[in-house]
């Protein structure tokens, strides 16, 4: 999004047509939108997850969140889902399904009508969805705005098959053969039992059972989701010859390159080699990348490598959230300096600053209602007093895979792909604004018409079927 921002101000100066796609944001006569932020749910149609990837696509497409929001509200839910210690999965998810709750009453902000937002009851299904079952079809709830859907593995007699938590409706379309589409009618499914379904890895947190289906981990065969995300599109778009306009995968680390045996003819070895081969992602990768070539599609993979003497992410695990004192307790309230944290920008400090205060509101929000423990006070994320290692490790390390110099579009720096990639997402953004500015104005606007960012626009009414 910062890429995005900087051309946008680039192209102002230059007098660019249609250089602020959002402008119709600040066009409504709202004076505290006066410069609102770039959201990723303003430049993409689908974002689809699976894991902590089905969170992120929750926090970005779903409730709307900003980048910097998103990555404090990550701090937060790994603080608080492991903290040091064993703990049993139940106990962990219990844990999980609280911090998502708060986040989602932190940035629902559409019932201020109705009293405060209670983040369990929320549904996974979006606000402008359209109810088939209503007689007339109410064309102002229809689902105009950015969709977002959770990868999990449903769990079956024989086998498990992949199973996705849509925010939208889906149908089955042409030859695309896409997982359980079904029409949302009167669905009540909650977006954290979703997210509980999509992250349920039987280690960490066991089996999540929704309406007596058990499900798991999305990641046990789908780690990367991008031929299920361009399927759904395909599936969804209503053109004989559908066209994605541009498809970025995000990648959470390249892993290990061991052979099948991992080096070791012992059973263990081999079993450890099997697992890391049904998370592995890069075949997928391939195979999405042909897809979209054939197809003249704009295609960006991002995951950071394991590069000649760096070690990439390929350590970090799914459950690490490392943390050292600040304030050991033999230093007698003093503070120790930690190697490393003087390399990191002052606004990635402030950002873990911010996160910081943000779970102490948490914190001073539940504990008045009763409803913390003081061991899950203590597990909050506290960048005062604790150095992340784990998360700082995650920052440094892509740091410098974004000056490596890869084959994506074209052979260039990480860096310099990532600056196509905003071009691309920004031309697009363009595109639709300047086509048809009452539609765009719909996609940008919140779909709740309670909601401070919610713009009006007759083309709801008036537009063309979904």
């Known amino acids: 999004m910062e890429r995005i921002k900087e051309k946008i101000k680039e192209d102002r100066k230059r007098a660019i047509p249609y250089a602020n796609p959002i402008s119709l944001i600040t066009s409504q006569g709202r004076s505290d939108l006066a410069d609102p932020e770039l959201l990723p749910c303003y430049f993409f149609d689908f974002m689809v997850g699976t894991s902590t990837g089905g969170l992120i696509a929750v926090m970005l497409g779903r409730l709307r969140m900003s980048v910097d929001d998103a990555i404090k509200a990550y701090w937060n839910l790994g603080a608080n889902i492991f903290p040091p210690g064993v703990i049993l999965p139940s106990q962990r998810r219990e844990r999980l399904k609280k911090a998502i709750n708060s986040v989602i009453q932190s940035h629902c902000l559409c019932h201020q009508d109705r009293g405060p937002c209670v983040g369990e009851e929320e549904e996974l299904r979006q606000h402008d969805y359209a109810e088939f079952s209503d007689y007339n079809y109410p064309k102002d709830k229809r689902n105009l705005t950015c969709k977002a859907?959770?990868?999990?593995?449903?769990?079956?007699?024989?086998?498990?098959?992949?199973?996705l938590f849509r925010t939208y409706n889906s149908r089955q379309r042409g030859i695309h053969d896409i997982p359980?589409?079904?029409?949302?009618?009167?669905?009540?499914?909650?977006?954290?039992?979703?997210?509980?379904?999509?992250?349920?890895?039987?280690?960490?947190?066991?089996?999540?059972?929704?309406?007596?289906?058990?499900?798991?981990?999305?990641?046990?065969?789908?780690?990367?989701?991008?031929?299920?995300?361009?399927?759904?599109?395909?599936?969804?778009?209503?053109?004989?010859?559908?066209?994605?306009?541009?498809?970025?995968?995000?990648?959470?680390?390249?892993?290990?390159?061991?052979?099948?045996?991992?080096?070791?003819?012992?059973?263990?070895?081999?079993?450890?080699?099997?697992?890391?081969?049904?998370?592995?992602?890069e075949k997928t990768h391939q195979n999405t990348q042909k897809l979209c070539q054939k197809a003249g599609t704009p295609y960006f993979r991002f995951n950071v490598k394991t590069q000649q003497g760096n070690s990439g992410l390929k350590k970090i695990k799914m459950d690490h959230c490392k943390k050292k004192s600040k304030q050991p307790w033999w230093m007698f309230g003093g503070q120790r300096q930690i190697p490393g944290e003087n390399e990191m920008p002052d606004w990635y400090k402030n950002l873990q600053s911010k996160a910081g205060l943000s779970n102490n509101d948490n914190h001073d929000n539940d504990v008045s209602a009763g409803s913390k423990s003081n061991q899950q006070q203590k597990s909050g994320f506290d960048s005062n007093k604790y150095s992340y290692s784990t998360y700082n490790t995650i920052f440094m390390e892509t740091l410098k895979y974004c000056e490596v110099r890869h084959v994506g579009t074209y052979?260039?720096?990480?860096?310099?792909?990532?600056?196509?990639?905003?071009?691309?997402?920004?031309?697009?953004?363009?595109?639709?604004?300047?086509?048809?500015?009452?539609?765009?104005?719909?996609?940008?606007?919140?779909?709740?018409?309670?909601h401070p960012q919610y713009i009006t626009s007759g083309y709801r009414r008036n537009g063309d079927e979904p």
């Not at 029409?183 to 499914?189: F, H, S």
Request: aromatic share 6%; net charge positive.
């Open 411 to 450: 052979e260039q720096k990480v860096s310099d792909e990532i600056d196509n990639c905003a071009e691309v997402l920004l031309a697009y953004a363009r595109a639709r604004y300047r086509d048809h500015s009452e539609r765009w104005k719909c996609f940008i606007s919140h779909p709740d018409s309670r």
């Open 180 to 281: 359980n589409p079904k029409l949302l009618d009167k669905t009540k499914l909650a977006i954290w039992k979703a997210c509980c379904a999509s992250t349920a890895s039987r280690k960490h947190f066991g089996v999540m059972e929704i309406e007596r289906a058990q499900y798991i981990d999305g990641g046990a065969g789908n780690n990367n989701p991008s031929g299920i995300a361009l399927d759904d599109a395909h599936a969804m778009s209503r053109s004989n010859e559908p066209k994605v306009a541009a498809m970025i995968s995000l990648g959470c680390g390249e892993k290990m390159k061991p052979g099948w045996l991992g080096g070791s003819p012992f059973t263990l070895a081999a079993l450890k080699a099997l697992a890391r081969r049904v998370t592995d992602t």
């Open 149 to 163: 859907a959770l990868v999990a593995q449903k769990r079956g007699v024989d086998s498990n098959e992949v199973y």
